[in-house]
């Protein structure tokens, strides 16, 4: 969706190392969610963020929601072989039209080297 | 286990012979949802449906046909398959629009 941009595309980080990703809407967003994918297989839903300035943390990962509610980023702390997979970036917009609707960015591609 | 469950995984078939791919959630979700998957473009809805008999448009629903007479199902109908819809389709369900449970995938060759 070109109304969600993810970067970077892919990034390979060596384990034990952080990494970041983003994802920035056009749009203020109603709720952002947070999903990762192993290569082709389906999604787990990993976060949800709502509220400006929201931060969440589930394990060695950290999301965040920025306050004017257009912009998240995911962070890895200390990564892991287990972390490699494609995360992708959900929302949902503040928009009358937008009701029922998820759009998804394009996804980052994390590669986890030893 | 609560599950969404995808048929077929794979399938290789020919330009306009009607296919379904099937959808089926043990969960009790109000929400359904098809989307496809293309390299570079990330997930793009189909279609979506809010309950039984209530389907709705999402970004790319031309080619796409649904239908949801149970709340458990909700199959995804190509009635003349093209070439440009070769890519990998998954089923989401949900009791709202945003936790949702994916399927598996179906990678769909239409040659």
């Known amino acids: 969706s070109q109304e969600l941009e993810q970067s970077p595309q892919s990034l390979i980080v060596q384990e034990g190392k952080n990494l970041t990703i983003n994802c920035t809407s056009s749009k203020t967003l109603y709720g952002l969610y947070w999903y990762k994918q192993k290569y082709g297989e389906g999604l787990i839903f990993l976060m949800m963020l709502q509220k400006g300035g929201e931060e969440k943390s589930h394990e060695k990962i950290t999301a965040k929601l920025d306050e004017k509610k257009q912009q998240s980023s995911l962070h890895i702390t200390a990564s892991q072989p287990s972390h490699a997979g494609i995360y992708l970036c959900g929302a949902e917009f503040m928009t009358t039209d937008s009701w029922g609707k998820l759009q998804f960015g394009a996804g980052t591609q994390v590669v986890v080297t030893p | 286990e609560a599950q969404v469950t995808q048929n077929p995984r794979y399938l290789i078939t020919v330009t306009g012979k009607k296919l379904t791919v099937t959808c089926s959630q043990n969960?009790?979700?109000?929400?359904m949802s098809w989307y496809r998957q293309d390299p570079g473009l990330g997930l793009r809805q189909i279609y979506y449906s809010m309950n039984v008999e209530v389907t709705d448009k999402g970004d790319v629903p031309e080619g796409y046909k649904v239908s949801r007479k149970e709340k458990r199902n909700f199959p995804l109908i190509l009635e003349s398959p093209s070439p440009n819809q070769t890519s990998l389709y998954f089923c989401a369900s949900s009791t709202g629009t945003a936790f949702l449970h994916f399927g598996d995938g179906t990678r769909l060759s239409i040659l």
């Open positions: 969960m009790n979700h109000e929400y």
